[in-house]
């Protein structure tokens, strides 16, 4: 192939050249991987890749409409996807965090109060949060890149060239209408913070106004990945099958504390028709 072809490309060579191998098979009974992994039309080809071609039977095709079939009625409830990240990552997000000792974000939490205590700082100061930022800095970055070559994916040569510039935020009207919708439900807490209104002091309001902000954040990674993805770059694809989880599990817990808060301020009902809208969509990117 020449030098800048794409998967897409090469299939429509292979096509060209050998046309009763598609003919006897067709598109519903043919697939292929590259080096493992589903190629996207526009995954640039490099030299070593290796294509594996697979068949299927009419049994094994309705198999897979079944299982496609049961999954879309919620008649089961095994993920389409395999999480591969560690589950210290699931510390970096929820407001539960697990607190032990062995795990890389809490237990380094622990470790960097502890150390300010010893040294007679205040542990909840600002600068205590920026000193722990510049030091653990370094040891993230450490654990980013050893998971990422676990995985087999190389962070250290990326060519410039195979990566194209990305939309911003607001270009995404999915993430407009999201954020719009949090910043509607940060400005309503903060004037029932200002009139003492008791639902602040909900279990159902500390989830709502910290998932308003995961999810808000969470959305515009997916889109981002997402995007890149449709592009066949495969830069993003570890992180995409994880964002997709904790986008599920944020719909989710804001589903229960939006239901349990409109039962106690007809406020909440509006914000929660709202939610409701864009749910179906935020977990489908």
Not at 41 to 66: A, N
Not at 101 to 112: F, N, S, T, V, Y
Not at 199 to 226: F, G, H, M, P, S
Request: proline share 4%.
């Amino acid at each position: 192939m020449p030098r800048g072809s794409c998967s897409g490309d090469f299939i429509d060579a292979l096509i060209e050249k050998y046309p009763q191998i598609f003919k006897k098979y067709g598109p519903a009974r043919l697939g292929f991987e590259r080096n493992g992994k589903k190629p996207k039309v526009f995954t640039r080809l490099k030299d070593g890749d290796h294509y594996e071609f697979i068949t299927w039977t009419d049994e094994e095709i309705l198999e897979d409409e079944l299982a496609k079939h049961l999954q879309k009625s919620g008649a089961t409830m095994e993920l389409p996807y395999e999480l591969k990240m560690p589950e210290w990552m699931d510390c970096t997000w929820r407001r539960d965090a697990c607190g032990k000792d062995e795990c890389k974000i809490c237990g380094q939490i622990k470790k960097d109060r502890q150390r300010h205590i010893e040294c007679g700082e205040d542990p909840d100061s600002m600068e205590s949060a920026f000193a722990d930022v510049g030091s653990n800095l370094a040891e993230t970055l450490r654990m980013v890149k050893k998971h990422a070559e676990e995985m087999g994916i190389d962070v250290e040569n990326i060519d410039d060239d195979d990566i194209e510039k990305t939309p911003e935020s607001h270009e995404f009207p999915l993430y407009n209408k999201v954020a719009e919708w949090r910043e509607n439900i940060r400005l309503f807490a903060k004037t029932a913070a200002e009139q003492e209104d008791p639902w602040l002091l909900t279990e159902e309001a500390e989830d709502l106004l910290w998932y308003i902000n995961t999810l808000t954040v969470k959305v515009c990674t997916q889109l981002y990945n997402k995007s890149h993805l449709d592009k066949g770059d495969e830069y993003a694809e570890f992180d995409y099958n994880y964002t997709k989880y904790v986008l599920c599990e944020c719909t989710k817990i804001l589903d229960k504390a939006l239901s349990q808060l409109s039962s106690l301020n007809t406020d909440f009902v509006l914000s929660y028709a709202k939610f409701i809208e864009f749910k179906e969509e935020v977990e489908g990117i």
